[in-house]
């Protein structure tokens, strides 16, 4: 099974005099169950409206949320792309996104149209833009492949004239970019395990010289009925709130890093997404304090087992 896409970018797009720049694209019904395209509002194309090419288009989530303002009644909305009034019957999910896996840009400033309608809307687009070819799955499946690599690239030389101006990339190159997808992931797993065991010795490292320069305090707290559990827990608590305290200004200086990462890209990837999972910050300040409180027990444990005498003693 053979299909393709047709893609307009920077098209120009107004609602109501607000006017906003998006990537506007053709697809067919293969291509929206190739996408696996999730609606958050509204619903998605009809069969007629494939077949009939009729002026309806499903919008991005920022566009909806920036240029619609996330209107009740969604069906009454319409806008004009390259000046042609389009009726909105759709908003895609937030978190939609393209490529592998989490991809490499988002849908959020995309706007979709049935193919017959986008050859309507922009004639001078007649090719495709990308061509997918899906394979039955069965018996000799790498066979297949290269039969079909072979006769693509017969094809579009010949549609070409023989310029090979273009590529054809099988499951192979998904491998690939999975591999590199994963040494990244291990790299970063890597450095942040590094960094963990890094910043616990220095805590360590703090905690022991403030055991050292508290000695005193220590004796004092004991001789007037601390006990060991209350030295040791609060030692482990104040190593616990400096690994804490670290972790939030990680966080801090991570997302600003994003931020600016993403604004310096999207010059050159204007649909580059800036995402920042929650799960992600908790995660990185759970596992900060826990580091805290791990290399904060020895120097706890050690303040907690000072004789209270010598403690008394000690200058």
């Known amino acids: 099974r053979t299909f393709g896409e047709r893609k307009r970018s920077n098209a120009s797009v107004v609602h109501r005099g607000e006017r906003k720049f998006a990537t506007v694209l053709g ?37 909806e949320r920036e240029m619609l303002h996330r209107p009740r009644m969604l069906e009454k909305q319409r806008i004009e792309i390259d000046g042609i009034p389009c009726q909105v019957v759709g908003v895609l999910a937030d978190e939609s996104f393209a490529g592998t ?20 809307f922009f004639q001078e ?6 061509l997918y070819v899906q394979i039955p799955g ?26 090979p ?31 963990l065991i ?25 001789a007037l009925g601390a006990s060991r559990e209350e030295i040791r827990r609060q030692f482990a608590a104040e190593a616990a709130i400096i690994g804490g305290i670290g972790g939030l200004l990680g966080i801090a200086g991570a997302i600003g890093f994003i931020a600016l990462a993403t604004a310096i890209l999207r010059f050159f990837f204007p649909e580059w997404p800036l995402t920042i999972p ?27 087992e000072l004789d209270p005498i010598e403690a008394l003693r000690f200058e």
């Open 125 to 130: 687009r007649e090719r495709f833009d990308t």
């Open 278 to 304: 929650l799960w992600s910050a908790i995660v990185g300040f759970s596992a900060s304090m826990a580091t805290g409180l791990f290399f904060g027990w020895m120097p706890a444990k050690r303040a907690a």
């Open 27 to 63: 697809i067919t019904p293969e291509s929206w169950a190739f996408y696996r395209f999730e609606v958050e509002r509204g619903r998605p194309f009809l069969p007629r409206e494939f077949e009939g090419g009729e002026r309806v288009c499903i919008v991005g989530a920022r566009i």
């Open 165 to 195: 101006n273009f590529a054809v990339k099988g499951e192979e190159t998904n491998a690939t970019q999975r591999l590199i997808y994963l040494t990244i992931h291990l790299l970063i797993y890597a450095t942040a395990g590094i960094s």
């Open 101 to 120: 896996p989490k991809g490499v840009w988002s849908w959020k400033d995309t706007i979709l149209l049935p193919d017959r309608t986008f050859g309507l």
């Open 198 to 222: 890094v910043g616990g010795i220095n805590i360590m490292n703090i905690m022991l010289f403030s055991v050292t320069r508290r000695t005193r305090e220590i004796g004092i707290r004991r």
């Open 138 to 163: 069965g018996g000799a499946l790498e066979r297949q492949i290269a039969t079909a690599r072979r006769l693509l690239e017969a094809l579009l030389t010949r549609i070409h004239y023989g310029v």
